[in-house]
């Protein structure tokens, strides 16, 4: 129905534009995604472990498109978040009110490392005025929400050089809700949280029945499915990177579950294969 309808409008000239959303069912589980913001393009130059021409080679481009994909499930009829994003603007919070949801209905937030683009929307600025005068104070926004993150990502974002950093904020703000865990737990029914080290310290990967999670395991599709062994500039050590990115593409190929990723193209889900030295991807 959705394709005769869209090329009618095409053929009145009317483009339709993709959905703020859009809701998968996978197995038995059913996963809404929501673009965080408009893709971001960025330069090969951003990515190491092969040749520029080699990378040129792969994506028939000089540039690659990092989008951003907020996945929000329902388990054990409770809504679960995994990592948050940071936008406003199109972001899961749009989404929310879209449905008339408030972020106090989320029970759950998975978290895969704390970078600003998967922590940023756990804290909101709230404004304030009084007889003094107003003000702003930075407070939680899913205040119902247990905040599951790997033990060793909240004690590398806890050293003194870290202090000012959003993850250190978030971890202070958000503390009484903080769940810290150890790899290879079952953190929710029926979900576990893997180690998937390299691109921080705590990196985790979240591994369903039929879906892996995997946060920033990989950044560019187009390049990494390929090539594993390359890494954006932002996997804080390489080659435990390669390792866990490596470790998972095979286990999900051998396990024909499906992979989420933050980055992936919209909606970021999909199958992958193994092809020659590296893997396909191919989205929902
Ligand atoms: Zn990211």
Known sequence: MKTLLASLLLSLGITLFAAESNTLTVGKTEITISPDSTPR????????????????AIASLDT???????FLLEIDEQLVLV????????????YCLGKKQHPFAVKAILITHMHQDHIGKLIQTAHYSG?????????????????YISKPEIEYWSRPEHTN????????????QIVPFDFDTEILPGVWARNAVGHTPGHTVFETADVLFVGDLLHSA???????????NFDMDKDAAVIARKAWLTKVTESNIAIAGAHFPFPGIGKVKAEGDGFVFEKF
């Open 41 to 56: 393009t960025v330069p090969l130059s951003l990515f190491s472990g092969a040749t520029e021409a080699e990378m040129k």
């Open 222 to 232: 187009a390049l990494q499915f390929a090539n594993p062994d390359i890494c954006a």
């Open 131 to 147: 007889s003094t005068g107003g003000g702003s104070m930075q407070e939680s926004l899913f205040l119902f929400a247990k905040i």
């Open 64 to 70: 690659v498109n990092l989008d951003r994909n907020v």
């Open 83 to 94: 990592d948050t994003g940071d936008s406003d603007g199109r972001g899961f919070l749009k």
């Open 165 to 176: 950093s959003l993850a250190a904020k978030v971890l202070k703000i958000c503390a009484d």
